[in-house]
Each structure stands twice: as structure tokens, then as C-alpha cells.
Nanobody, 112 residues
């Protein structure tokens, strides 16, 4: 079993920045972030492997950057140039051998 602890969500104005953090209880092959807005399906935002291979949703490319500190078993999501449509509950996830683990979610609200 893997436990995930998220932090960094909050309220920010359009054009602002936030950094999300997620600490895992042990090393995991891939870690990333999903988000879900009201009335929408959960979608992948960004993903990074232990070797630093990354994937991003088209909607966040050029604005968000995912990174990880393997010594701390922690993944970060730097979110810049935030837009109202980025408002959602953001979930940390970790996956290995086809098994997914989830954090409880942290709210990001972008509003003027």
C-alpha cells in the first residue's frame, strides 16, 4: 500500500501561480496529477516517471511543469499563468505495476 499526502492548493487570481506537492510513503515508478471539475470527468494533468519522462495534457503545456525528488518520494506541480478553467479538485496519483494509488485531493480555485 502507498499513502499520498498533498499540499499547496488554494485560491489564486487569473495569471497567478501555485505549486502543488505530493509526498509518497515509498518510491513509486510513476507519479502525477489528475483533476476533476464539477460536471466533468477526471482528467490527467501531468505525469512523471522515476526516470523523469513526462507527459502533459495539451491544455496545460507551456504553463505547468511537473518534477520529482526521488530522494524524498515527492512530486511537484508548478502551475503558472493560471486560468479560471484550471479550477478543479487536483488529485495526486502514483502507479506501479498497473496499480494506482490516490491522494484525497486538494482544491485549486482560479478566480478574480
Amino acid at each position: 500500500q502507498v499513502q499520498l499526502v498533498e499540499s499547496g492548493g488554494g485560491l489564486v487570481q487569473p495569471g497567478g501561480s501555485l505549486r502543488l506537492s505530493c509526498a509518497a510513503s515509498r518510491s513509486i515508478f510513476a507519479m502525477g496529477w489528475y483533476r476533476q471539475a464539477p460536471g466533468k470527468e477526471r482528467e490527467l494533468v501531468a505525469r512523471i516517471t522515476i526516470g523523469s519522462s513526462t507527459n502533459y495534457a495539451d491544455s496545460v503545456k507551456g504553463r505547468f511543469t511537473i518534477s520529482r525528488d526521488n530522494a524524498k518520494n515527492t512530486v511537484y506541480l508548478q502551475m503558472n499563468s493560471l486560468k479560471p478553467e484550471d479550477t478543479a479538485l487536483y488529485y495526486c496519483n502514483a502507479e506501479q505495476w498497473g496499480v494506482r494509488y490516490w491522494g484525497q485531493g486538494t482544491q485549486v480555485t482560479v478566480s478574480s
